[in-house]
């Protein structure tokens, strides 16, 4: 053996001429590329092509672009004359004017801040989740306590995360593994956020059939499909840390798109079949019934998807929920949950 | 005669699970180890650990706050003793903080926990009895010679015992060997001063200094209640191959006590207790034969791999629960891990994976789930970083035992001392390479200390490393 080694050394306690530092520092080990499994795979995937997807001009784009600019430029041109005007008409409406054109403005600039902070927190989210899911894939524990730290501070600002703060933070200080790190932080500071998520698309899913089921125009229960799937979308995005402004809304619309595109729709821990026999009894019972409980089963498939790609860590030690999970009232069972 | 054997045996082995499976038996952990392991002291930190309502935040239905308690229940085999758990765990937790005593007889126990169902309708409330055996771990190298017969275990053992490492421990006995006619008529005394010098031989290799392995018959080092007993009385002989063995001659005379040895004391210790286990753990403790040497440590993978051969993995079914059961888990762990930084437990873990190769590759063809973790029952030190010379080196802190040295340093039991055990090599096959035993500690890359048992807070649970883990691998999907 060439490789030069430290000898193995005993020091006493009270030696002046060492120091002893209590925390270790990483020493990073080697680590073998497991492969992801499949759902992990899709939501990396849908998050890429959202979330995460770098800006890249179309000619769509760059039509749309110019001509944002040209009216943006119209709109300037028209406040400048405005301005204008009103300071020859008189010294103070100008000067109000003036005043107000300064607040739109700020107010303006503040959006777009909040924006791109929105973005980039969103993105950071997704990014956490996809190291996350390499570094539980490989058990690794160095690469995952920093992981760790990014994902209790993304809740600092949450007083009812204390617990489940503190007792990842224990975890991480200890001595376990990865994969078993993560685990328990997602069991710890995930779980109650999943709960309460579940809840939330169930309530949704409610609401859509209920809704579908006793309105009287087609068009009035579509527009309230979309709006309650807009709404399911942000608050799941609140509930798990990330603030999705409108631009940031756009961005994870289509990530949660792509999520259903490549799950074909159904699936995530559902047969298709369970889904057509729940909607089938259903319209035999009546068309409009019918018509509800696929609604609400179109809400349902939104809001697990939304899920699965705003969750900050993947799944792991918890099966991902399933339609059945959040909603099983749709399939007619009264089952007591 | 043999095959006659094997019917009765396994239709013993049937009977005996299909009652105990209508008699509600539990699950049947198997805590399997070579002596000195960690298997009493890991017994004792389970109990401990689920008696005590640690936090086991690795054990989900621990950490889920699912377990409602868990107790002690009288054991159900009226004949074997109880494991001495309050002893055990006064011993380590009382003023003297001292390890438990190497374990001279078999001691069986039965731990009931009651916990809540995360799945499933209905009564939610369940409860899981574990039956766990702790016996001396000698007598685990017995498994191998149930295969064996007379001859064929005398010729393993003569090469064995003539190979460089232990060749020279063997001297006395090989040089009296040497002396002996097999043929011989039987002489009692002749047997008997064969077989202590055997056992002197047997008994030198396991020292510390050499800490093999490979040493069956296991009652020569650990007798138990068989002391002196003509069962015990003998050794092997160099027989030819193919050669009959003359009738009343020393040869025939030893064959037949290694027979009864075979029926009268192997094959109960075995069909009692081993041959139906639900789940296993393989306790190694791969850091002696570190300390010792390559040869100690080739001579430990050798053990082990002969030992596994006994048990039976493979995934379990109801007939098969019913009739013969089937070990459907089995956990490999490198006991001792907190004598070493957690920055090493990667390395070690890959030694283990290397020590338990074969065993592995059988366990995952029968289609067994496996797992290797370095774990630590009982965590006797903490860690620190130890800046000297300019370097900084990763170290861990604790008691060394009395008796204990390094690096010039002779420890008395009493004071806390940081150690650098020395950092194992990246590609664990070179910690096999090479013939040397016994290296003096000038010589080796490490050196492993024992440490005395931590100081605890009257009435906490010992620190532990991974014992979550190994939990949660062998009992956490009946906690489900």
Not at chain 1, 246 to 270: E, N, P, Q, W, Y
Not at chain 2, 293 to 305: S, T
């Amino acid at each position: 053996m060439s490789e030069i080694r430290p000898r193995p050394r005993a020091f006493r306690l009270d030696d002046a001429q060492i120091v002893i530092e209590p925390q270790a520092e990483a020493i990073h080990a080697e680590v073998v590329e497991v492969p992801l499994d499949e759902g992990e795979r899709e939501i990396e995937t849908a998050q890429q092509s959202g979330m995460l997807a770098r800006w890249r001009p179309g000619l769509g784009v760059l039509f749309w672009s110019g001509l944002g600019g040209l009216v943006a430029l119209g709109v300037g041109l028209w406040v400048t004359q405005l301005v204008e005007d009103l300071f020859g008409r008189a010294h103070a409406l100008g000067w109000i004017a003036a005043g107000l054109g300064a607040i739109a403005l700020a107010a303006l600039m503040a959006i777009g801040a909040r924006e791109i902070a929105a973005i980039l927190r969103q993105s950071r989210i997704a990014r956490l989740h996809a190291d996350l899911a390499r570094a539980r894939a490989s058990d690794d524990g160095e690469a995952a306590r920093p992981l760790i730290g990014r994902l209790i501070a993304l809740y600092e600002r949450r007083p009812e995360t204390a617990a489940g703060r503190a007792e990842t933070a224990e975890a991480a200080r200890a001595i376990i593994d990865g994969r078993d790190l993560i685990d328990i932080a997602e069991r710890a500071l995930l779980r109650p956020l999943d709960a309460k998520a579940q809840a939330e698309i169930a309530a949704a899913a409610k609401r859509v059939s209920m809704v579908t089921a006793i309105s009287p125009r087609a068009i009035l229960d579509m527009l309230f499909v979309i709006a309650q799937i807009v709404y399911l979308i942000r608050r799941i995005a609140e509930i798990y840390g990330g603030r999705p402004g409108l631009l940031g809304f756009f961005k994870l619309a289509r990530s949660v798109g792509a999520h259903i595109a490549i799950t074909g729709g159904m699936a995530v821990g559902d047969g298709l079949v369970q889904q057509i026999v729940g909607h089938g009894i259903a319209s035999k019972i009546s068309a409009r019934l019918g018509e509800g409980v696929l609604n609400g089963l179109l809400t349902a498939r939104v809001g697990l998807s939304a899920l699965a790609v705003c969750r900050p860590a993947p799944f792991g030690a918890q099966k991902p929920p399933g339609v059945s999970d959040v909603a099983p009232f749709l399939f007619g069972a009264g089952k007591d949950r | 005669m043999s095959f006659f054997n094997d019917i009765v045996f396994e239709a013993g082995v049937a009977a005996r699970s299909l009652a105990e499976y209508l008699g509600g038996g539990g699950l049947r952990l198997g805590v399997t180890g070579l002596s000195r392991a960690g298997k009493t002291v890991f017994i004792t930190a389970l109990v401990n650990n689920l008696v005590g309502r640690a936090r086991l935040p690795v054990l989900s239905a621990s950490a889920e706050g699912r377990i409602a308690r868990a107790t002690l229940e009288p054991q159900p085999d009226d004949a074997v003793p109880r494991f001495a758990y309050e002893d055990h765990l006064a011993a380590l937790t009382g003023p003297e903080r001292s390890w438990p005593q190497s374990t001279r007889r078999i001691s069986q126990l039965r731990l009931t926990i009651e916990f809540e169902r995360a799945k499933g309708w209905g009564n939610k409330a369940s409860s899981l009895t574990l039956d766990i055996v702790d016996y001396p771990g000698e007598w685990l190298l017995d498994l191998p010679l149930l295969a064996k017969s007379y001859a064929q275990w005398s010729r393993e053992t003569l090469e064995a015992s003539a190979k460089a490492a232990r060749a020279p421990l063997a001297a006395a006995w090989r040089g009296f060997l040497a002396g002996l006619d097999p043929g011989a008529p039987a002489q009692e005394d002749m047997a008997r001063k064969s077989a202590e010098l055997f056992t002197a031989y047997l008994k030198r290799s396991r020292e510390d200094v050499y800490a093999l392995s490979t040493l069956p018959p296991g009652r020569f080092l650990m007798p138990g209640d068989l002391e002196g007993s003509p069962a015990l009385t003998f050794a092997p002989l160099p027989i030819e191959e193919g050669v009959e063995i003359g009738h009343a001659s020393l040869a025939a005379m030893m064959e037949r006590r290694y027979e009864a040895y075979k029926t009268h004391v192997v094959r109960p210790f075995f069909r009692d207790h081993f041959s139906r286990l639900d789940r296993q753990i393989v306790l190694v403790d791969a850091l002696a034969a570190l300390n010792s040497g390559p040869a100690a440590l080739r001579d430990l993978e050798n053990a082990l791999a002969e030992v596994l051969q006994a048990f039976r993995a493979g995934r379990s079914s109801l007939l098969s629960s019913l009739f013969r059961p089937r070990i459907d888990r089995i956990l490999f762990a490198a006991t001792k891990a907190d004598h070493l930084h957690h920055t090493s437990h990667d390395r070690l873990e890959d030694i283990l994976r290397l020590l338990t190769a074969r065993a592995i590759r059988r366990a995952e063809g029968v289609g067994a789930t496996i797992d290797v973790i370095a774990l630590a029952a009982i965590r006797a030190t903490r860690e620190a970083q130890i800046r000297h010379g300019g370097r900084t080196m990763a170290a861990i802190v604790g008691v060394p035992e009395a008796g204990e040295t390094l690096d010039g340093q002779l420890f008395d039991g009493k004071t806390e001392a940081a150690i650098f055990p020395g950092e194992l090599p990246a590609n664990p096959k070179s910690a096999f390479a090479g013939d040397s035993i016994a290296l003096p500690e000038a010589e080796n890359h490490w050196r492993f200390l024992r440490f005395r048992p931590p100081l605890l807070a009257p009435g906490a649970c010992p620190p532990q490393i991974r014992l979550d883990r190994a939990l949660q691998f062998l009992i956490g999907d009946k906690l489900a």
